[in-house]
Structures are given as structure tokens and as C-alpha cells.
């Protein structure tokens, strides 16, 4: 199976910065099957960005996802305080569809 | 809007199986797939298997294969997943998840949390 790794597990950061998030693939994923999701304490996972950089529904443009083969990005350009979370990168594109292990965003 | 009501948290002993639902509304239930996923305490998510609400078709995952069973009910619009031989480390939330935008979980359950304890 494809093994996500996420770095870094956490990122301290202030309001108005930028973060960037990185998610490497144990192997080639397709651009079209990588996907970026928001977590909340108590919540379920929501689905910011697909196919590595179609933003979803209702996402606010702030949000940003680059990326291909195995090396994927997501970034988030001025934090807002809700946007303190965890953030998960998930391929779908070979069965079993795999989870990174999350990066936390904290305030700093 | 699109909607998954999932049923509530439930406490089992070891060996014992569990049943949990996925209430969709809000879109036409049989013109998707369905999906289950699972999330230990401190770990990341783990995909279980899916099924198409439209013809029942299913996968699962080898790590859930033999334990795991997905099924649904096209006039309630509902989707069920039972795991059976529970121990422990099976104590989780369990989220369903619609296989939508772009083929990625584009909504989600709200979870049910499993605890097997004895």
C-alpha cells in the first residue's frame, strides 16, 4: 500500500502567516486521486482540496494545494484563527486508500 | 444540503460484533458510494472498504477482510457497516464518508465512537 508521510507533525505559527504543508508518497500517486483534509477536535475530517488542487465547495481561496508524483503541498496563504487544525493528505488513487499521519497547525 | 446521520456510540464487550448506520439525505443515496473509515485515538484514518449504494457492490481493505461486512438499504437511504470479532484496539470513531467531488470523501458522517471494553 502507499505510505503517506506528512511533515512537519507540527507547525506553531501566528495569524496572518503562511503555512505550507508537505505530504510525500511512498510511491507515484496520480494528481487526479490526492486529496487535502481539515480536522477539527470532536469533528469530522472536511475536504479541502481534490485532485491536488481543486479547492472544494466553499473553500475560501486561501487555501492551495501543488503538487505531483510524490511530493505534494498544501498551502494556506494568511492563517485565520479557525484555521487551526489538523490537516490530513490522502491518496486515492490505489485501493486501500491511505491517510498521512496528520500535521497540526497550533497557534503560536 | 447533503447530510450523514450516523447512530450513536455504543460499548461492547471483546469478541462481540457492532453495527453501525449512515443516514443520507439530502442527494439520491443510490447514485453513490459509500465509504468507512476508522480513527483510533492518536492515529491517523484508516479506510475500511466501501460500498455502491447503487447495486451493493463492495471492497474492503485486507487489514478489515473476514471481520468486516458493508451493506445497505436503498429504501431508508441507509448504509450500515458491522465489524464482528471486536477487541480493543478496535476502539475508535467510525466515520462514513461519500465517494463524491472528484472521487474524494466530500461529506462526511459525524462519527461514532465504538468502545470495546470488558
Known amino acids: 500500500e502507499i505510505v503517506l508521510t506528512q511533515s512537519p507533525g507540527t507547525l506553531s505559527l501566528s495569524p496572518g502567516e503562511r503555512a505550507t504543508l508537505s505530504c510525500r508518497a511512498s510511491?507515484?500517486?496520480?494528481?487526479?486521486?490526492l486529496a487535502w483534509y481539515q480536522q477539527k477536535p470532536g469533528q469530522a475530517p472536511r475536504l479541502l482540496i481534490y485532485?491536488?488542487?481543486s479547492r472544494a465547495t466553499g473553500i475560501p481561496d486561501r487555501f492551495s494545494g501543488s503538487g505531483s508524483g510524490t511530493d505534494f503541498t498544501l498551502t494556506i496563504s494568511r492563517l485565520e484563527p479557525e484555521d487551526f487544525a489538523v490537516y490530513y493528505c490522502?491518496?486515492?488513487?490505489?485501493?486501500?486508500?491511505?491517510f498521512g499521519q496528520g500535521t497540526k497547525v497550533e497557534i503560536k | 444540503q447533503v447530510q450523514l446521520v450516523q447512530s450513536g456510540a455504543e460499548v461492547k464487550k471483546p469478541g462481540a460484533s457492532v453495527k453501525v448506520s449512515c443516514k443520507a439525505s439530502?442527494?439520491?443515496?443510490?447514485?453513490?458510494?459509500i465509504h468507512w473509515l476508522r480513527q483510533a485515538p492518536g492515529q491517523r484514518l484508516e479506510w475500511m472498504g466501501w460500498?455502491?449504494?447503487?447495486?451493493?457492490?463492495?471492497k474492503y481493505s485486507q487489514k478489515f477482510q473476514g471481520r468486516v461486512t458493508l451493506t445497505r438499504d436503498t429504501s431508508a437511504s441507509t448504509a450500515y457497516m458491522e465489524l464482528s470479532s471486536l477487541r480493543s484496539e478496535d476502539t475508535a470513531v467510525f466515520f462514513c464518508?461519500?465517494?463524491?467531488?472528484?472521487?474524494?470523501?466530500?461529506?462526511w458522517g459525524q462519527g461514532t465512537l465504538v468502545t470495546v471494553s470488558s
Open positions: 439530502g442527494y439520491t443515496f443510490t447514485s453513490y458510494t
Open positions: 464518508a461519500r465517494d463524491g467531488t472528484g472521487s474524494a470523501n466530500d461529506f
Open positions: 510511491q507515484s500517486v496520480s494528481s487526479s486521486y
Open positions: 485532485a491536488a488542487s
Open positions: 490522502q491518496q486515492y488513487d490505489t485501493a486501500p486508500r491511505t
Open positions: 460500498i455502491s449504494a447503487g447495486n451493493g457492490n463492495t
